[in-house]
């Protein structure tokens, strides 16, 4: 992902997080990756695919904004159309923007506002009240559980107790609250 690719390992390991955040059932069976979309070189953070044989073959896409960028939409939708396009077998599609807050959403967002309004559009903004509490209140488990054992400088091995979910919420929160002081959000 460009914005952070420990959002990439937590979606990638733990699909079902994704789905819990944004209040759908867990979806089994798709898988999360970073796709390269053949047109002007354009990076979706990430999609999560359906598997082949799924009734609901929804696509979901995930931009995780943790940088100011008026045009954000810009490049999410263009990125979005084109994948369709170029994908045609999807015919369903959501795509979900997390910032950390806000106020890193742009003003204007011109043309989007439709989309953006629309339930295919889904922004999740961390610093609010209840969203960490929310998504993780099915999954209490104790930090003290989870322990992260280096084993050398290019590999990393992570041992869960209880709930791997906890290493989620724990980088989740961690990640948020160092970006938050250092972009000053």
Request: net charge negative.
């Amino acid at each position: 992902m460009k914005t952070d690719s420990l959002f990439y390992r937590i979606f990638h390991d733990v699909p079902a997080l994704f789905f819990e955040l944004i209040g759908q059932p867990s979806r089994q069976g798709y898988k999360f990756k970073s796709i390269e979309v053949k047109q002007t070189a354009f990076r979706i953070d990430g999609v999560f695919l359906p598997p082949e044989d799924a009734p609901d073959s929804t696509v979901f896409f995930v931009e995780v904004q943790f940088q100011d960028d008026e045009l954000i939409y810009h490049r999410l939708f263009a990125e979005l159309f084109v994948f369709l396009q170029q994908n045609p077998q999807y015919t369903n599609w959501q795509a979900v923007v997390i910032f950390p807050s806000k106020s890193l959403e742009p003003e204007d967002v011109g043309v989007y506002s439709l989309l953006l309004e629309s339930d295919q559009v889904q922004r999740f903004y961390l610093n609010e009240q209840g969203t960490g509490a929310t998504v993780f209140s099915s999954h209490r488990t104790n930090a003290a559980d989870c322990r992260i054992q280096e084993t050398n400088p290019s590999q990393s091995q992570t041992t869960v107790g209880t709930s791997r979910t906890a290493i989620f919420a724990l980088s989740l929160f961690n990640h948020h609250r160092i970006a938050r002081d250092y972009n000053g959000v």
